[in-house]
């Protein structure tokens, strides 16, 4: 990565923290930010809950936020649910879309993770589509086939608008969560591959390409000084305020 390109660093709050937790996180946050606002750029993408105070805190110093998750529809009885247009309304700008928890502890399809990918650019919010391969499918040799499947399953027949920005987080299921990293010459060479298929998917878009699962302080270095490797989409380790400011720190 070159000196001069901007490092994305996203942070992915899961369900972990409550409604005050969450507004104690963004105004820390919110109160660091000069330290890194030049050289990072930086997307939180709080509960639904915290979305609306905690996008706040964050856009009065420039940092946006996304949502974790959409419904594909506008409206309607969709119990439990918020829309694309609901987030972006609120305030969003991007939305993360098929995450590994969404696809494999709620059965979400490569279908509806293309439905999804059409409500988000319809509204105007930036998709930062997830993607990534089981334990089981890469000791398979599987991993690449995978990707290439969801790959093409969210992006083929896409309708995008001019000057439209695409951001793809390989995440290894096996990595998410549970302090064992992708080595990052490995998750590099995935994430070329990503890159090139997506390319070819989504013509005349602007593809970003970050790496998720386990990025904490120690590793996020060796991630973004990979040619091909934009940023990274942090879980765990963006929920507290220590963890957080050292990979920001690190990648500044
Ligand atoms: C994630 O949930 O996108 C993620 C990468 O989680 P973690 O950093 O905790 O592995």
Redesign the pocket.
């Known amino acids: 990565m070159s000196a001069s390109k901007k490092v994305y660093l996203f942070a992915?709050w899961?369900m972990y923290l409550d409604y005050d937790e969450s507004n104690i996180l963004a105004n820390a946050v919110a109160a660091a930010s000069s330290d890194f606002a030049t050289k990072i750029k930086m997307v939180v993408f709080p509960s639904s809950l915290s979305f609306y105070p905690v996008a706040q805190a964050l856009g009065d110093v420039g940092i946006v936020s996304g949502a974790q998750n959409i419904h594909f529809e506008d409206k309607g009885g969709f119990t439990g649910e918020n829309s694309a247009l609901m987030y972006k309304n609120a305030g969003a700008k991007f939305t993360l879309i098929g995450?590994s928890?969404r696809r494999h502890l709620f059965g979400e399809t490569n279908h509806e993770v293309h439905q999804k990918m059409e409500a988000a650019l319809l509204v105007g919010l930036v998709p930062v589509l997830c993607v990534g391969e089981t334990a089981k499918e890469r000791k398979g040799d599987k991993a690449k086939d995978v990707v290439e499947v969801q790959l093409r399953a969210a992006l083929d027949g896409l309708k995008w608008k001019p000057k439209a920005k695409l951001f793809i987080a390989y995440?290894p299921v096996w990595?998410?969560?549970t302090g064992k990293n992708c080595d990052p010459v490995e998750a590099e060479k995935m994430c070329l591959m990503i890159e090139n298929m997506a390319k070819a998917l989504a013509k005349d878009v602007e593809i970003i390409i970050l790496y998720?699962?386990?990025?904490n302080g120690g590793n996020i270095k060796e991630f973004i000084k990979q040619p091909n490797i934009n940023g990274v989409?942090?879980?765990?380790?963006s929920a507290k305020l220590d963890t957080w400011l050292q990979i920001v720190q690190n990648a500044c």
Request: glycine share 30%; net charge negative.
């Open positions: 992915n899961k995450h928890e995440e990595a998410i969560g998720g699962g386990s990025v989409l942090v879980g765990g380790a």
